[in-house]
């Protein structure tokens, strides 16, 4: 799955071009490396995001194309907040 669909499905960021600004400016990592919007993103890898002045560190449990609202929080485990 595409790195700006799965913040988006995830509910961490709101709209997917948001998503892609994020990711395109850099302020987006995967697995230590710094990510494009299409880099494919599966279970097991860790998500390292600063947004909002805020850092985030998370691991990716799920990658489905399609998850509820109230369900949205079980794609991702919080490491670091």
Known sequence: ??????????????????????????????NGKVAKPATDIKPGDELDLLLGGRHI??????TPEVVRKEDADSLYTIINA
């Open 57 to 62: 560190l998370l691991r990716v449990t799920k």
């Open 1 to 30: 799955m595409r790195l700006d669909k799965y913040l988006k499905i995830s509910r961490l960021i709101k709209r997917r071009s948001v998503a892609n600004e994020a990711a395109g400016a850099g302020r987006v990592c995967v």
